[in-house]
């Protein structure tokens, strides 16, 4: 399968059509290879050698350090534990695969252009079923010729708002880095944020790490240890060149949507090539994880091929600048163990309002927050009689018990493991919640108890409506798939188009609709 070749600029113009997200909207005037190459040479000569600053606890910073030419840095293979080993030499015609987290019989089948049925390993499994990490698998060799790029680049945790994401402080590296960012700030929706506040923002709500969007602006900018040269600088810390996407909060936005565009495409199965800034493509290489596949999305985007291996894997790239910043990221994510590991499970879920009330499904299954994030929201209104934009007397209720993490910009983050870190165990975000009752961070809810009510607080909404979504360890998870999205014992499965589908139960079905259609209602039991 492959994924839709319209550029990525073509997909910035297309803001204005997501759901549950705060983007800007604009077309993008394409940059020459020449001014990408012209970007890249001024870029390569002014970051600083990235001697080890910061590692778990930043370190004190004296100077900014000179600039040298360091040792390559390679990634390192993830250690694997086979859960089984194979006998027998590999047949002529196969390969030889061992799953890695996330992985499925259908997904690892598309990434090698084979069918689920084709693949052989020492387990019998359902094709979306979750893998056991280190399963060997022998699959039909069905590739013409080795894809290019096979590098690892880095692990999903390195990715994701992983655990200890909301813990690191990103205010002292900043402050130690005294480059732009130490003085930088913003207004989003009326508020003046620092550049720590702005990264932390994009970070916790798009579910991606902020230690990798912090060392992307270093990279790609300069701005931790130095300053802009150019009045063009101050607008765009990435570099994607849009007229009307500018500043720090736009253009991590777009990457963290970029970066969700490869991780997920490549989860699920359904991207299978890198397409580069010259709109240009390669296939990608199918032992690759999804956080490699991720990072390599966002490169591609961002160059042309004659630069993209140099600035991800080479010398002075992006990967040696991130583990000297922050330490060899494959040893790390080898501590943290599986993100999704074999055998895990939805816990019981509630509907998100009060028993005996009746509310409609106004979408199926849909992007979890912005582009590039799967289809693993759904979309609940109250059947009040009002329309449009207002501030329902209903509340939104609690699906399960849990810490409540997060209550800002129409969110609200229920962790129901209790630990109080967004990165670890299953969340629940509930979106369009008004400031007016809104539960507050800190509190533990029971089961049913009440969350806010619903508004078009936060994001893009045409109307009043509750968003709810799932995350685990992080990663945004689909409605349909390993692990079904089910309340109440209703079972979300997704239409064709976006936003199409249906909760069915015991032979009963629930239609998603807009509009107040009575095949769209449902009551939850008293």
């Known amino acids: ?47 600083p050698s990235p001697t080890p600053l910061f590692r778990e606890e930043p370190a004190p910073l004296q100077t900014p350090p ?27 015609g196969m390969r030889l695969y061992y799953s890695q987290s996330g992985d499925t019989l259908a997904a690892v089948a598309s990434h090698f252009l084979a069918r689920p049925s084709e693949l052989q390993l020492p387990l019998a499994l359902d094709e979306q079923e979750l893998l056991p990490v280190g399963t060997p ?26 655990q200890g994401s909301g813990s690191q402080d990103l205010e002292a590296w900043i402050e130690q880095g005294a480059g732009y960012l130490a003085g930088y700030h913003q207004y989003i929706s009326g508020q003046r944020m620092s ?106 985007a961002l160059y042309t091929p004659d ?16 583990t000297r910043l922050f330490g060899e990221p494959w040893a ?15 816990p019981t879920l509630s509907l998100p309002f009060l028993p005996g009330l009746t509310w409609g499904l106004t979408s199926g299954p849909h992007i979890s927050w912005q582009a590039g994030t799967p289809r693993g929201a759904l979309d609940f209104a109250p059947r009040t009689g009002e329309r449009g934009c207002y501030l329902s007397s209903t509340w939104a209720s609690a699906s399960a018990a849990g810490l409540v993490v997060r209550s800002q910009r129409g969110a609200v983050a229920l962790d129901l493991d209790g630990d109080g870190d967004e990165g670890t165990g299953w969340v629940i975000l509930y979106l369009h919640l008004a400031p007016e ?7 533990w809810v029971e089961a049913d108890a009440p969350l806010g009510h619903p508004s078009c607080e936060g994001g893009v909404s045409t109307g009043t409506h509750l968003h709810i979504a799932r995350k685990y360890n992080g990663e945004w998870i689909a409605a349909e798939g390993p692990l079904p999205f089910i309340l109440d014992g209703w079972q979300a499965y997704a239409g064709v ?30």
Not at 199 to 228: D, K, M, Q, T
Not at 235 to 240: K, L
Request: aromatic share 10%.
């Open 437 to 443: 009752e809104r539960v507050a961070v800190g509190t």
């Open 332 to 346: 790390r994510a080898a501590l943290q163990g599986a993100l999704m590991p074999a055998g895990i499970s939805q």
């Open 307 to 322: 630069l993209f291996w140099d600035a991800l894997y080479g010398q002075q790239g992006f990967l040696a600048l991130y």
């Open 137 to 162: 698998i022998l699959i039909p060799d069905n590739f013409p010729a080795e894809p290019a790029y096979p590098q690892l680049a880095l692990p999903d945790a390195d990715i994701l708002f992983s």
């Open 497 to 526: 188009s976006s936003y199409g589908g249906w909760l069915i139960r015991n032979g009963e079905t629930v239609v998603s609709s807009a509009t107040r259609d009575p095949a769209s209602e449902i009551r939850r039991d008293p």
């Open 1 to 47: 399968m492959s994924q839709c070749k319209t550029p990525l600029l073509l997909w910035l113009a297309v803001l204005g059509l997501l759901s549950g997200c705060n983007l800007p909207s604009a077309a993008l005037d394409p940059a020459t290879a020449t001014q990408i190459s012209a970007r890249q040479t001024q870029a390569a000569g002014t970051y």
């Open 195 to 300: 550049a720590a506040e702005i990264i932390r923002l994009v970070a916790v709500e798009n579910s991606i790490n902020p230690r990798l969007l912090l060392a992307l602006v270093e990279y790609r900018s300069g701005w931790l240890f130095s300053f802009p040269q150019d009045l063009e600088e101050y607008q765009y810390p990435i570099g994607y060149y849009a007229p009307k996407v500018t500043g720090l909060y736009d253009e991590l936005t777009v990457t963290a949507r970029v970066l969700g565009q490869g991780y997920y495409g490549w989860r699920l199965g359904t991207l299978d090539h890198l397409t580069f800034r010259d709109d240009s493509e390669a296939p990608i290489h199918p032992a690759l994880n999804a956080g490699s596949v991720g990072i390599q999305n966002l490169f591609a």
């Open 66 to 92: 000179s600039l040298t030419s360091p040792e390559p840095v390679p990634p390192q293979l993830p250690v694997l534990t086979p859960t089984a080993t194979l006998d027998m030499p590999v047949p002529e």
